[in-house]
């Protein structure tokens, strides 16, 4: 089974300032999806970013980009230009190829809470 | 994004009773949707998949009596809390899956989540 760790449970980061949320995750398969997920209080789900690991080309959402290092198995995001509003519960998740899970169940990492200081 | 709803966003019943809540995707058919619950400040954890017109698969350890899960059209599943006991008290989330076959990607789309309060 994979497994996604989240090693850092807390980042704090400053208004407008840059904050790297770190991901790796353990697999044998070759082609698949990861995923991050903001969590406000609000505790409503929100997709941030996704990314095809055929893809090379790493994911971009406006301020929100990651750094995939397949060989190394990370799957880092980058907030830039950080907001109050990115306050959140961040979780990277995990999917497995069609092939192997035809469902399409997400592997979830334990998460990062994100603090934003004004 | 597509969007999940998810109804009662809050219920509190007593120990003993049932509990129904309901999941729907509102623009798009889901034949696979996901129920999830989580505890404070902890990661989601997948309790089954559910799947329209068969049997829900449950996870390893979700008791399959006590959780009744019902997938009985593209864009509604229902799970029923069944004799709920203060230890069922949590938060339930569920999720659908787009298929982006309108044209969009593969992603699960999540609903606001119901918190259960079992007095």
């Known amino acids: 089974a994979q497994t996604v760790t989240q090693s850092q449970p807390e980042m704090s980061v400053q208004e407008a300032e840059t904050v790297t949320l770190s991901c790796t995750y353990d697999t044998s398969e070759s082609d698949y999806y990861l995923f991050w997920y903001k969590q406000p209080p609000s505790r409503q789900m929100i997709l941030v970013i996704r990314q095809e690991a055929y893809k090379q080309q790493n994911a971009t959402e406006n301020r929100f980009s990651v750094n995939f290092q397949k060989a190394a198995k990370s799957f880092s995001l980058k907030i830039s230009d950080s907001q109050l509003g990115d306050a959140a519960m961040y979780f990277c998740a995990y999917r497995s190829p069609v092939l192997s899970d035809s469902w399409g169940k997400l592997q979830f990492g334990a998460g990062t809470q994100v603090v934003v200081t004004p | 994004g597509a969007v999940v709803s998810q109804h009662p966003s809050r219920v509190i019943c007593k120990s003993g009773t049932s509990v129904k809540i309901e999941c729907r995707s509102l623009d798009f058919q889901a034949t696979t949707m996901f129920w999830y619950r989580q505890f404070p400040k902890q990661s989601l954890m997948l309790m089954a998949t559910?799947?329209?017109?068969?049997?829900?698969?449950?996870e390893q350890g979700v008791e399959k009596d006590k959780f009744l899960i019902n997938h009985a059209s593209l864009t509604l599943s229902t799970l029923t809390v069944t004799s709920a006991h203060p230890e069922d008290s949590s938060f339930y989330i569920c999720?659908?899956?787009?298929?982006?076959?309108?044209?969009?990607?593969?992603?699960?789309?999540f609903g606001p989540g119901t918190r259960l309060t079992v007095l």
């Open positions: 559910s799947n329209e017109g068969s049997k829900a698969t449950y």
């Open positions: 999720s659908a899956r787009d298929l982006g076959l309108a044209g969009g990607t593969d992603t699960q789309y």
